[in-house]
Structures are given as structure tokens and as C-alpha cells.
């Protein structure tokens, strides 16, 4: 099964600011390759699809790119509701499989 | 509104059984696939089987393969999960999951419940 493999573990970061969060796949997975947030006490939802569509209703401020095996999420500037786990997840091989998620913490 | 809700979640000693639902509106419950995913205590995200909307084809995790049976009732637009031979691993919230397209199995979810927690232990 494909490995995903996201980084940092924990990205400190204040209100306002730029993140930039990573995912790398075992092998390609062309673009299909999913991004979720999870908030404390709730379920994922699901922010990126394809690489870098946005799901329904998600922010302009949150943007995905990269394809193959190299990934990234980006919020652009952060607000007091993004401090959460982010997920990424391929779904180019059975079975789909996730990233161990990066906390973004307040800084 | 999409919604999905899940029951079925409990304590269970190990070797033990237990059926999952969720019970899902808001959509047209057979033309979508649906899935498991799972999550232990503190730790990440594993699928953990899927359906198509039909019910034809299904799909598990090496981890559960032939000790998990997944289904769906689509009169009743509700999914389920048959759970026996229960390890301790096992023990972790249980998300449905709704796949985003219709008439295909992608595995991008784009509606999740709120989850049942199974714990199993002695």
C-alpha cells in the first residue's frame, strides 16, 4: 500500500501568517490526492480534492498543489478557526490511505 | 442537508461482535459509495472498507479483511458494518463516510458523521 508521509509533525504558527504544510506519497499518485481538516471532538471535512480543487465552501485562503509524490497545503493567512490536524490522503491506488496529519498550533 | 449519523458503537471483550449503522439523509443514499474510516484514540485516520451504491462491490482493509463484513440497505438509506473476531486494535471511533461523486467509487469523502466509538477490552 501507498505510504503518506506529511511534515512537520507540529507547525507553530500566529494569526495572520502563512502555513505550508507538506505530503509525500510512497509512490505517484498522479493527483489524486485529498486534504481534510480536523477539528478537536469533530470528524474531517474535506478541503482539497485533486490536488488543488476546492471543496464546496472552503476559503480561498486555503490552496493545494503539487502531483506525483510532492504535495503541499497552504493557508494563506491563518484564522483563529484553522488552528486544527490536517490530513492528506491519496486515492489513486486501493486501499486510500492517510498522511499521520500535522497539528497546526497556535504560535 | 446532508447528514449521517452512526450508532451501534460500545464496550465488546476481545473475540467479540458488534454491528455498526449510519443511518444517512439529505441524498440519494444508492447513488453514492459509501465507507468506513476509523480512528484509534489519538491517533490518525485508516479507511477502513467501502461500497459501491449498489452494494455489489465492496472493499477492506488487509487489517479487517474476513473478520469485518460492510453493507448497505438502500430502502432504509443506511449503511452498516458487521464486526466480529474483535482485537483490541480494533478499539477506535468509526466514521461513514460519503464519497463525493456519484455513480463512482472515488474515495474522496466529502460528508462524514460524527463517529461511534468501539472500544474493545477485558
Known amino acids: 500500500e501507498i505510504v503518506m508521509t506529511q511534515s512537520p509533525a507540529t507547525l507553530s504558527v500566529s494569526p495572520g501568517e502563512r502555513a505550508t504544510l507538506s505530503c509525500r506519497a510512497s509512490q505517484s499518485v498522479g493527483s489524486n490526492l485529498a486534504w481534510y481538516q480536523q477539528k478537536p471532538g469533530q470528524a474531517p471535512r474535506l478541503l482539497i480534492y485533486g490536488a488543488s480543487t476546492r471543496a464546496t465552501g472552503i476559503p480561498a485562503r486555503f490552496s493545494g498543489s503539487g502531483s506525483g509524490t510532492e504535495f503541499t497545503l497552504t493557508i494563506s493567512s491563518l484564522q483563529s478557526e484553522d488552528f486544527a490536524v490536517y490530513y492528506c490522503?491519496?486515492?489513486?491506488?486501493?486501499?486510500?490511505?492517510f498522511g499521520g496529519g500535522t497539528k497546526v498550533e497556535i504560535k | 442537508e446532508v447528514q449521517l449519523l452512526e450508532s451501534g458503537g460500545g464496550l465488546v471483550q476481545p473475540g467479540g461482535s458488534l454491528r455498526l449503522s449510519c443511518a444517512a439523509s439529505?441524498?440519494?443514499?444508492?447513488?453514492?459509495?459509501m465507507s468506513w474510516v476509523r480512528q484509534a484514540p489519538g491517533k490518525g485516520l485508516e479507511w477502513v472498507s467501502g461500497?459501491?451504491?449498489?452494494?455489489?462491490?465492496?472493499y477492506y482493509a488487509d487489517s479487517v479483511k474476513g473478520r469485518f463484513t460492510i453493507s448497505r440497505d438502500n430502502s432504509k438509506n443506511t449503511l452498516y458494518l458487521q464486526m466480529i473476531s474483535l482485537r483490541a486494535e480494533d478499539t477506535a471511533i468509526y466514521y461513514c463516510a460519503k464519497d463525493w461523486y456519484v455513480g463512482a467509487t472515488t474515495n474522496v469523502f466529502d460528508y462524514w458523521g460524527q463517529g461511534t466509538l468501539v472500544t474493545v477490552s477485558s
Open positions: 490522503q491519496q486515492y489513486n491506488n486501493w486501499p486510500p490511505t
Open positions: 439529505g441524498f440519494t443514499f444508492s447513488n453514492y459509495a
Open positions: 461500497i459501491s451504491g449498489s452494494g455489489g462491490t465492496t
